[in-house]
């Protein structure tokens, strides 16, 4: 019970912070645009975007709904991999900060995958809101 509980709070965790963060690729302020743009050619950015918040979507709505649960792990596993990426692009940066970050979301990431895959998996169409939460 208690696993389940932390899983679903590092869930939201993660589906606030990539639906954040892939809102910002997305509709980045004036200010930021431009410093994004001479590291990230535009297309890459509007990609990461899309797929972090399909990432957020994935790893909270197919529980909710208990259409597709599987989703929830691909997801966590998607988000490791960009996450992987991510640590490596920040260290060759010598950006230490962000590398933890990074680091930090993936050891998340990884721990719902596992949980949801292996664990505690949500069975297909019987899942609920409130029965997955209280569970």
Same mark, same amino acid.
Request: aromatic share 10%; hydrophobic share 60%.
């Given at each position: 019970?208690?696993?389940?509980? #932390?899983?679903?709070?590092? @869930?939201?965790?993660?589906?606030?912070?990539?639906?954040?963060?892939?809102?910002?690729?997305?509709?980045?302020?004036?200010?930021?645009?431009? @410093?994004?743009?001479?590291?990230?050619? @535009?297309?890459?950015?509007?990609? #990461?975007?899309?797929?972090?918040?399909?990432?957020?979507?994935?790893?909270?709505?197919?529980?909710?709904?208990? %259409?597709?649960?599987?989703?929830?792990?691909?997801?966590? %596993?998607? %988000?490791?991999?960009?996450?992987?990426?991510?640590?490596?692009?920040?260290?060759?940066?010598?950006?230490?900060?962000?590398? %933890?970050?990074?680091?930090?979301?993936?050891?998340?990431?990884?721990?719902?995958?596992?949980?949801?895959?292996?664990?505690?998996?949500?069975?297909?169409?019987?899942?609920?809101?409130?029965?997955?939460?209280?569970?």
């Amino acid at each position: 019970m208690a696993m389940n509980r #932390l899983t679903w709070v590092l @869930q939201g965790v993660l589906a606030v912070v990539f639906l954040a963060h892939g809102a910002l690729f997305l509709f980045p302020p004036a200010e930021a645009a431009a @410093q994004m743009e001479a590291f990230l050619p @535009q297309w890459f950015q509007v990609f #990461l975007g899309v797929a972090e918040v399909a990432a957020a979507v994935g790893l909270t709505v197919p529980a909710w709904t208990g %259409i597709q649960p599987w989703l929830v792990p691909a997801s966590a %596993i998607g %988000i490791m991999i960009v996450m992987v990426a991510a640590t490596v692009l920040h260290v060759v940066r010598h950006e230490s900060v962000s590398a %933890i970050i990074t680091t930090i979301l993936l050891g998340a990431s990884t721990l719902v995958a596992y949980v949801r895959w292996r664990r505690l998996p949500f069975p297909p169409g019987s899942m609920t809101r409130s029965r997955s939460v209280g569970a």
